[in-house]
């Protein structure tokens, strides 16, 4: 078996204005689990750059640990990339960013690579509003070890292995506007017609945009006593009962109006009940998102869509005052301008 995509594509295909297919965005074929909300996501993140007319060369795509940063292979394959220490997506991102600020930089993490081991990089990157688009493919669990709690997963939900959380979760939406993010969305990874214009202007917000994205695991978070995928995405599963074997499922996909409430109905039979964020509040206003997804949670929901964006946002270079050329660059005499540069420099700060 192959996981190298066949070079032929119809001659015939679909190109963007600067003459591109959808293959100049694709990667390797997937390795993940058949149905895996990730590799829906992956599509959504193609199709956004194709649409965008970017050039892959100019995009950085870096990644932690975790099922979800194994994705940067599936999508962009000729672009930048890092797949970096666990918990440490954001550093390495500011990092390159510091370095060429010129590129796209697409960081993706997973609900326990952001809200457990890498949780004081994401509070940092996020008050620094490095200019970035961080997308967390949210699931509960973790998929690589074999379906322990994450910390978004609901206290009281079961997963595989049949113990309830006794913690409450973390809601990274709500998290991210307590530091400033001056973009914050969710979304759900089978609903393509709301997901891709969300990455679309994430990509086109200056500063840092965060995309939390409920994405089903079919393989661990999927017994009756689970609640997750997502912050309290399923509100039950079946087990299958054989640990090792994962059935061929079909990608679900969804499309519903704005500020209405849809069940959708899961391989298994299991109900997951999303609300579609309507533009009936202030998008500007810290306070009434928040408020706004507390609402939500209250009557057992979860609230998708564009739930806050500043467009006044500062980015870091604006806000350090870096120079414009990528440090990368810059020459010796540009770095070591001379003794009298440093003391007008010392002078400047007595």
Excluded at 15 to 21: A, E, L, V
Excluded at 218 to 223: I, Y
Excluded at 259 to 283: F, I, M, P, Q, V
Aim: hydrophobic fraction near 35%; aromatic fraction near 6%.
């Amino acid at each position: 078996m192959t996981f190298v995509r066949p070079n032929f594509r119809h001659p015939e295909n679909e190109t963007n204005d600067i003459g591109y297919s959808i293959k100049n965005y694709e990667g390797a074929l997937s390795t993940l689990c058949a149905g895996c909300g990730h590799d829906s996501i992956s599509a959504a993140l193609i199709k956004s750059c194709f649409d965008l007319n970017l050039e892959p060369h100019k995009i950085a795509k870096i990644s932690g640990i975790g099922c979800s940063s194994k994705t940067p292979t599936y999508f962009l394959g000729k672009a930048h990339g890092f797949n970096s220490v666990h918990g440490r997506m954001p550093s390495v991102t500011t990092g390159a960013n510091m370095a060429n600020r010129d590129l796209l930089y697409i960081g993706v993490s997973g609900d326990g690579d952001t809200a457990s081991i890498g949780m004081g990089q994401f509070a940092h990157v996020v008050r620094r509003n490095l200019n970035m688009i961080y997308i967390v493919m949210n699931n509960g669990c973790y998929g690589l070890t074999k379906g322990q709690d994450s910390a978004t997963a609901d206290k009281g939900s079961a997963g595989k292995k049949g113990v309830p959380s006794a913690f409450d979760s973390i809601d990274l939406c709500q998290l991210a506007l307590q530091l400033g993010a001056g973009f914050v969305a969710r979304s759900f990874s089978g609903d393509k017609k709301q997901l891709v214009p969300l990455i679309k202007a994430a990509i086109k917000h200056r500063g840092f945009a965060f995309i939390d994205v409920v994405s089903p695991c079919v393989t661990f978070n999927n017994t009756p006593t689970s609640t997750k995928g997502y912050e309290w995405v399923r509100d039950h599963l079946e087990a299958t009962g054989t640990v090792d074997f994962i059935p061929q499922k079909s990608e679900i996909t969804i499309d519903y109006p704005a500020g209405s409430t849809r069940n959708l109905l899961l391989h298994d039979g299991s109900e997951l009940l999303l609300h579609k964020n309507a533009d009936d509040y202030d998008l500007s206003s810290r306070k009434a998102a928040m408020n706004r997804i507390e609402t939500t949670k209250e009557k057992g929901q979860i609230l998708t869509g564009l739930i806050y964006h500043d467009s006044t946002a500062t980015d870091t270079h604006a806000l350090i005052d870096t120079v414009e050329r990528p440090l990368n660059s810059l020459a010796q005499e540009d770095l070591c301008p001379g003794s009298s540069v440093l003391e007008q420099l010392n002078g400047s700060m007595r």
